[in-house]
């Protein structure tokens, strides 16, 4: 009961917080110079006042400030994310069309990262001050220092060019008519270069967290004192060590695994992933204010929901954490 | 007579296109099937060729829609939905007669309805470019189901040179007309009589399009299918490039300096052809209303200083050639008898101190549009400090770029436009003081005015013949030249990249924007 009342709760903390998000991006992304009308008018090549004009009206953009915003939070409340001027679609379609293609991306980086960071920090942790522990500390000072799309254009030339073993671009093979197994297998083929080059940055800061994190576990006294009790080192770690050094881990998995999903931006334009992150961006630099207000709400959402989950997984790994 | 001359030179423009267009591949016969792969960038908004008139959208749809005609690399016109048409002795009456046997994709007609509610009633409304020119206009009438008049309140020189599909998109009257088509236009289903039909749209993925097996030209189109892929960054499209995974990469896909590293990949051929219609003109607005730049002496110190050979060069890796002026060299009525402002820099500080240039600060907007534009903009300020002027650039994306000059919130900022094959039709929008309006990027953004250039403006767009305009227009173009208006930089070439074993890929004028129904792959 405590647990049910804890998440209804904090759905609807989330909702508030998700209308102030919506009220405040509405009002932050027309401080930006320029609008769709204007954008618009320009990609045109000729433009005059009369047809920007007619564009603004066409968006309602000549109306009042507070009248467009009252409009979309109308809108939203009715689960109307409005239309993409640009698109010339229903924006919830474009949304929806695409967060798939995020969703297996940034899922599948992150299951990565989470997986492989855990590990690789508790065997340095385990190893510390072998050559063990130097290797992962420096491949994650690497992985966590290198920027992002230099990572994706060499994979991509390693891999795809010079030894052509993986697709460089899309999401799949576009005409080659896989269907079943066939297409799972070349959507997987496609997934491993971009999931790869996304995860290697978050598995780095889970690495060194996990690592830290456990060094620190490792000099408490209940472990001091499982030792004395001659419990075998490897049980110590996993049972006793590792369980407790992953709250700060889940904490900032948590976190990130709700921005990943607004945040693959530039993985997905360097490797052409139809996904979200790019929707958000094109329709940033486009003014293409509908479509970027309804991505940000779908990620903030994505953001406020993992953070509950997050709390709740609190109380599995350590069941001294009531959420109620 | 006139009627006749017209004629033959209808005829020879036709002989010479076809010429052209077939020469290089008469030795082979085009062979039927394959799949083009294409990149586009960025995804276009719709493929309403006609509500939307952006670059991208009539990359694809060119092959979707036609218009009465095409142009050839010299800009002569060529027959396409109209096969024949006749110019009376004024230059007032231009009569089309339509190519019988045209269907649409949805296996309808294609008549002269169709010519006139295009042009009379669609097109007014969704294309600003166009409506003002079809303001000379006074009235188009189908005469019967293939001949179509326009007849003109005075001559309008240009006009014969309005017919590209881009501007003027043949639109089915059977579905839209007596519709609300702003709201019925539908995406996944554009409806053309092109060489090729829309199949398929995976946003943010690609773009499908079959071939039009009923397509009017015999034989056409040779490919069974294009796929557009949309990939949003330029290495990644170059490296898609690299890895045989697209066959064309069309004019501006790319960063220019990987041009000269895929041009040496084997199978690779690259032609700058195929932009002669738009011939993109590159330049800097100069905001001629307050500050140092009111003062024309400054603004020519501005063109003295700045090395155009070195941009072309080195900035743009040899292509293009150094502006002179305001027309395009491959553009009607271009002249090069103009000051010549080659790059001298002791110049420019002599005309910078007769002005009492005292060191103001003079801000500089580069175009938000990647990389190769970001340097060039960083060597034009290097140029223009180096003789003394205070540069300050200023970063801005594609939104806060076009506000600033709409609003004429800028003092240089760098831009470049098409000219669409005659001064009329893209060149004296940008420097006529009746085109001084906010609110657009694309009129007289410098806020220049000068009565004389007014008038031959005027003049230029509704003489005849030919000969007349060309003087009209050389004059017009000493005096921009002397006024420096705006600071020419360079006629920009974007090169199309593609394997060598697709055929007969730039064509015409528009190159890949019309080009893939006479493509064909020798594999």
Known sequence: MGKLSFIARRLVKGVFVLLAIVILNFLLIRLAPGDPAQVMAGEAGAADQEFIQQLQEKFGLNQPLHEQLFIYLKGVLTLDLGWSYRQDEAVATLIFERLPATLLLTGTAFCFALTFGVLLGALAAARVGRWTDSLITVLALVCYATPLFWVALMSILLFSVYLGWLPGFGMFSVGAGYTGLEFVLDVLRHLILPALTLGLFYMAVYTRMTRASMLEVMEMDYVKTARAKGLAPGRITRMHVLRNALLPVITLAGIQAGQMVGGAVLTETVFAWPGIGRLMFDALLQRDYNLLLGVFLVSSAVVVLFNLVTDLVYTFVDPRIEVS | ?523
């Open chain 2, 1 to 523: 007579m006139a009627f006749n001359r017209s004629l033959k030179a209808a005829a020879f423009a036709s002989v010479a296109t076809l010429a052209f267009v077939a020469g290089p591949a008469l030795a082979e016969e085009p062979k039927q099937g394959g799949t083009a792969n294409v990149v586009i960038q960025p995804e276009p908004p719709s493929l309403n060729l006609g509500m939307v008139q952006n670059a991208p959208t009539q990359m694809v749809a060119g092959n979707i829609f036609e218009s009465l005609l095409k142009y050839d690399t010299n800009l002569d016109p060529v027959p396409n939905l109209a096969t024949e048409w006749e110019v009376n002795e004024d230059g007032t009456v231009y009569t089309f007669h339509l190519k019988e046997g045209v269907k649409w994709h949805d296996g309808e007609d294609f008549t002269a309805e169709d010519v006139i509610f295009s042009m009379d009633e669609m097109l007014r409304e969704t294309n600003p470019r166009l409506r003002v020119n079809l303001d000379h206009v006074e009235k188009m009438e189908a005469l019967d189901d293939y001949t179509v008049r326009f007849t003109l309140k005075q001559p309008f020189g240009p006009f014969l040179g309005l017919f590209e599909v881009g501007t003027v998109p043949m639109w089915p009257a059977h579905i839209y007309q007596g519709t609300n088509y702003q709201e019925t236009a539908d995406d996944n289903d554009p409806i053309g009589t092109g060489p090729f039909k829309f199949e398929e749209w995976d946003r943010g993925s690609y773009i499908h399009l079959v071939a039009n097996e009923d397509y009017h030209v015999e034989g056409q189109p040779y490919l069974d299918e294009i796929y557009w892929h949309v990939i949003p960054d330029a290495a990644s499209r170059a490296v898609a490039y690299e890895n045989g995974e697209v066959d064309v990469l069309p004019g501006g896909s790319i960063e220019n300096f990987d041009v000269p590293r895929l041009a040496e990949m084997d199978n690779t051929c690259m032609t700058t052809k195929g932009w002669e219609y738009f011939a993109p003109l590159a330049w800097m607005w100069l905001n001629n209303r307050e500050g140092p730049l009111a003062d024309k002496r400054v603004r020519q110190a501005i063109m003295y200083a700045i090395d155009n050979e070195f941009a072309q060069e080195v900035v743009w890796n040899n292509q293009g050639r150094v502006a002179t002026g305001p027309v395009n060299s491959v553009t009607r009525f271009y002249t090069d008898d103009v000051t010549d402002y080659s790059y001298n820099p002791d110049k420019a500080e002599e005309l910078l101190d007769e002005a009492g240039y005292d060191g103001e600060e003079i801000s500089l907007l580069p175009l938000p549009y990647g990389e190769t534009w970001q340097r060039w903009a960083e060597a034009v300020q290097q140029n223009l400090e180096e003789v003394g002027i205070n540069v300050d650039m200023e970063a801005t994306d594609v939104g806060g770029w076009n506000q600033r000059l709409n609003e004429w919130d800028f003092d240089m900022a760098f831009t470049y436009l098409y000219q669409y094959g005659d001064p009329a039709l893209g060149v004296t929008r940008n420097y006529i003081s009746s085109n001084i309006e906010k609110g657009s990027p694309w009129n007289n953004v410098a806020g220049y005015e000068n009565e004389r250039v007014d008038e031959l403006a005027e003049q230029g767009a509704v003489a005849f013949p030919d000969e007349k305009r060309a003087e009209i227009y050389k004059e017009m173009q000493q005096i921009l030249v002397e006024d420096v208006p705006v600071a020419w930089l360079l006629e920009l070439e974007f090169p199309t990249i593609y394997r060598c074993d697709v055929k007969n890929l730039v064509t015409t004028a528009i190159g890949v924007n019309d080009g893939f129904g006479d493509a064909w792959l020798d594999r």
